[in-house]
């Protein structure tokens, strides 16, 4: 129930910027003009790790200095002898360019979390259930971010200021990003 809430609180937004900048388009760009399409895609491998992660998303430029996009995230963890994970959901961003070179974004996401633990991870398996092993929950992050851009290509790191340690969606409250917006 709280991605359905998240997702139609999106399309109400985005309703409302389709509405305000259709009324603000007459005469020479229309709405798609302004929209840039991309996302990020990452992958990490290791002896006992693998993490992939697809995140296409859609970016609306208001005017040479703000943006407001919506995107989608699908990742993949397994942890050998740990933990195995499918993280699903969406997210709204708000991105300001002060000056062309830099870019300050907000971005708020919630995500589903399927979290499976390895049967060695509670040392002997035959004395526990299915319902100890598996930890199905929502999280909410709030990245607040700043990034070098080069045209269509953002770099730069963010902040989950809601990240806690123990719920294994992120390993840090800081990662580094690649943003790519066509």
């Known amino acids: 129930m709280p991605l359905f809430n998240f997702l139609t609180k999106c399309v109400a937004i985005i309703a409302l910027i389709t509405c305000y900048c259709s009324a603000?388009?007459?005469?020479s760009n229309s709405f798609w003009d302004n929209v840039r399409f991309g996302g990020t895609a990452g992958a990490a491998f290791g002896n006992n790790y693998t993490d992939v992660t697809l995140?296409?998303?859609a970016?609306?430029?208001v005017n040479e200095y703000v943006g407001v996009g919506v995107g989608l995230q699908g990742t993949y963890i397994k942890y050998r002898d740990f933990y195995e994970s499918y993280i699903y959901g969406a997210s709204i961003i708000g991105v300001?360019?002060?000056i062309p070179e830099v870019q300050l974004s907000a971005e708020l996401e919630q995500l589903r979390v399927n979290l499976t633990y390895d049967e060695d991870?509670?040392?002997q398996p035959s004395y526990i259930n299915d319902s100890d092993r598996?930890?199905?929950f929502w999280n909410t992050a709030l990245f607040l971010g700043a990034g070098y851009r080069m045209e269509n290509?953002?770099?730069g790191v963010r902040y989950n200021v809601l990240f806690r340690e123990s719920d294994r969606v992120y390993s840090d409250a800081f990662m580094p990003f690649i943003r790519v917006y066509f």
């Open 24 to 27: 603000n388009a007459q005469n």
């Open 55 to 57: 995140a296409p998303g």
């Open 59 to 61: 970016l609306y430029e």
């Open 96 to 98: 300001f360019n002060p």
């Open 121 to 123: 991870y509670f040392g």
């Open 134 to 136: 598996k930890r199905n």
């Open 153 to 155: 290509v953002t770099v």
